[in-house]
């Protein structure tokens, strides 16, 4: 067979699976309301978690860095792309996120997969939770180290898979916040089964930067794990923070080790330093605009209730992503399209990203939604359910 049959065949099978992905075109900015092909929708699937992807003093930092910066980084950070303004945002982000050092890389992807291949090889194990981010999980594989995945959440099936590794090394990965959940894994009780069993913790704080704890300082510090307790912090810039990047956290030594070791941080061209400047911008109005976590909490309370009132099927989630299980990977995709005529987007998440028979319609809500935006969705998905959509 040549490659176009190969490919062809392949292709169909995702489509009588119902796991045909498709993209939508947008037109403006991410905000509330995306416009598509003409038409306005109520957008509640985007990880803009507090309405900063378009904020005016974002746009202002990123246009005021391009006349400094220019446009291109020009080369990676070890060549000559690492400029002040990526100086300056890590040294920002480790004091956020209570951390000695951070280093930027050019996305949350590449941080993950190069953490990881830096810090272990073959003679080493590595302990990811079943439902971790596919970055973790690659990660983890390219790694070249024994990869085992242990109970969503449950740390006493980590311990025991510690205490029966003989690996040199032993890291255990963890979301912080689940990405296609929302629930927050138990941090403090992995920390501690870490330091009994000797081995190093890393969280990716991808939905948890920004939202949780203190000024959104992020999952570690809102439950008090200092530098030695959770040693390698991943956060990103794309999400809450409404830029593009991310970055590792944590010790000097530890961020020493990525700049000489981190195969994605060395072998790719640096962030745009306007991008850098937006971010920091983006990490002052965590600051000065707290209201931001505090009405995405409202919002998030207002929506469980009525929700839950309902009886519609939450799952059990304490932040921004608020997914309701649907099970089945085309009725998944009929809900999700049935709300899109009504005008509003939430993409229905399917196998491989999810397990079998878990598609779920991931609804995510953000500071810059108004309580009659979650009211509409509530009414639409009301609406639903009367037609036998959302029963289980
Ligand atoms: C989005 C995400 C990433 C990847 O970050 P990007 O910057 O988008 O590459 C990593 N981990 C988790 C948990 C994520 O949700």
Not at 47 to 67: E, R
Not at 73 to 84: I, K, N, R, Y
Not at 168 to 197: N, W, Y
Not at 296 to 312: C, E, P
């Amino acid at each position: 067979m040549n490659l176009e049959q190969v490919l062809q065949a392949r292709l169909q099978q995702r489509r009588d699976q119902s796991l045909y992905r498709q993209r939508i075109t947008t037109a403006g900015p991410q905000q509330t309301v995306l416009r598509s092909q003409g038409r306005d929708y109520l957008c509640f699937t985007s990880n803009d978690y507090l309405g900063l992807a378009n904020h005016p003093q974002l746009i202002a930092a990123m246009q005021s860095a391009a006349q400094t910066y220019g446009v291109g980084s020009g080369a990676s950070h070890l060549v000559c792309g690492h400029s002040e303004a990526h100086a300056e945002l890590e040294l920002a982000l480790a004091k956020h996120t209570g951390r000695s050092r951070a280093v930027l890389f050019s996305s949350g992807y590449m941080a993950n997969v190069g953490v990881l291949g830096a810090l272990l090889d073959k003679t080493d194990g590595v302990f990811e939770d079943r439902l971790n981010h596919a970055s973790l999980l690659d990660g983890g594989l390219l790694s070249g180290a024994r990869l085992q995945r242990y109970r969503h959440n449950d740390a006493e099936d980590l311990q025991q898979r510690l205490r029966k590794s003989k690996a040199r090394h032993k890291l255990v990965a963890t979301d912080s916040v689940f990405s296609m959940d929302g629930d927050i894994a138990p941090l403090s009780q992995l920390a501690q089964v870490c330091q009994a069993e000797n081995a190093w913790l890393m969280l990716d704080d991808a939905h948890g930067l920004g939202v949780l704890g203190p000024q959104g300082a992020g999952a570690a510090v809102a439950v008090g794990l200092n530098e030695e307790q959770a040693p390698i912090y991943m956060g990103t810039l794309g999400k809450a923070l409404g830029c593009y990047g991310a970055f590792v956290a944590g010790s000097d030594t530890l961020v020493e080790a990525m700049v000489q070791f981190a195969r994605s941080y060395i072998y790719t061209t640096a962030i745009p330093p306007a991008v850098a400047a937006a971010s920091l911008a983006a990490l002052n109005l965590l600051h000065t605009e707290a209201w931001r976590q505090a009405h995405l909490q409202q919002l998030i309370s207002l929506f469980r209730g009525y929700a839950q009132a309902m009886d519609l099927p939450l799952m059990d989630s304490p932040t921004a992503i608020q997914p309701l299980m649907i099970g089945d990977a085309n009725r998944a995709l009929q809900v999700s399209q049935a709300l899109q005529d009504m005008g509003i987007l939430v993409t229905a998440i399917r196998p491989p990203t999810v397990p079998a028979n878990s598609a779920r319609l991931r609804i995510t809500l953000t500071a810059g939604h108004s309580q009659t935006q979650v009211e509409q969705l509530l009414e639409a998905l009301g609406k639903l359910q009367q037609q036998g959509l959302l029963s289980p």
